[in-house]
């Protein structure tokens, strides 16, 4: 298979042929790393809150904040504090575990 040009063929590539394409180089391997965590957060709190069919804004209602945040904070834009993600894991019905690794 011929070296992925990100640049120039784009369209109808897998993302998961970019994203290994991505991963060569070392300083974008290191920002990555550094997100991942906070990736994983936000997907586990939309798949908790999709897989109780509930909405955005029932979950505002539930935590106490307002659609907006859960929509800033599901798309990745909104750094929350640990105060926030308490409401937010609280009005989901759950806790939250925090585990230095």
């Known amino acids: 298979m011929s070296k992925l040009d990100v640049k120039t063929k784009s369209a109808g590539v897998k993302f998961d042929d970019i994203k290994a394409q991505m991963m060569e180089d070392a300083e974008f391997q290191e920002e990555y790393d550094k997100l991942q965590p ?29 659609k ?23 009005g989901l019905g759950k806790d939250v575990h925090i585990e230095i690794r």
């Open 38 to 66: 906070r990736y994983e957060l936000i997907s586990q709190i939309i798949e908790a809150r999709k897989s109780m069919k509930m909405t955005q804004e029932e979950l505002a209602k539930r935590a106490g904040t307002r």
């Open 68 to 90: 907006s945040n859960i929509s800033r904070l599901e798309s990745g834009s909104y750094n929350p504090s640990l105060d926030f993600l308490i409401k937010i894991a609280k």
